[in-house]
C-alpha cells in the first residue's frame, strides 16, 4: 500500500480536490459508535477467517503480530460529513492474510465481524490489491480503544463505517448481505466520492 508524504497542511485548491463531495475536513479524529466502547484484551484475542460458520483458518494476537506488516498513510472520510487528510496506519494487509492462511477468497463478499457483534458488508476485490488491512497502530502507536484498537479493519476508498472497529473477524458469505448499518438504510457499497450514504444515493 502505498504511502503518502506528510507534508503540513495542503493549500486550499488540494483541499478541495481531495475533499470527496459535501465533505469538510478535521483535524480532529471524531469518535463514532453505537454504545459503550468494548476494552478488548490481546490475551484472549483472535481473528479468524470464515466461510459462513465454518472457520478457516484462525490467529492469536502473537501469531498476528508475526505476519508481514504494512503501512498505509492518507485520507479518510466518514459518512458524517468529516474527512481527515495524511492519516497514518499499520497492520496486515488483506492480500498477506489470505496468503498466511493458503487461501483463495472463496466468494466475492465478507462481513467484517467486530467484538461489539457489528458487522459490515465490503466486497472482496475492494479489499484485495492493496486496498485493506487489518490495522493495529495508528500514527506509530496501537490504536485506542475509542478508534477500535486493538484491530480495526481499514478500508480507507470507502466511508469510514465500513472500516469495522474492533474486528474480529472476516466471514466470506455467498451473497453481498447487508450488515448493522446497511440494514438500517445506509448504502450498500459506500464510496464517499458517488456520495453513497444512503440506500437510494
Known sequence: MATRGFTGRPPAAEIRERLPPGQ?????FPVLQLGPTP??????????????SRPLVSWTWEEFQALPRTRWGGDIHCVTKWSKFDTAWEGVSIDDLLAAAGLDAPTGFVLAEGHDDYTTNVPVADLVGGKAMVATLYDGKPIEPEHGGPARLLVPHLYFWKSAK?????????????????LRGYHMYGDPWREQRFTDD
Request: no cysteine.
Open 166 to 182: 474492533w474486528v474480529k473477524g472476516l466471514r466470506f458469505t455467498e451473497r453481498d448481505e447487508a450488515g448493522f448499518w446497511e
Open 24 to 28: 469538510y475536513l478535521t483535524d480532529d
Open 39 to 52: 476494552r478488548v484484551s490481546t490475551d484472549g484475542w483472535r481473528f479468524t477467517l470464515r466461510h459462513g
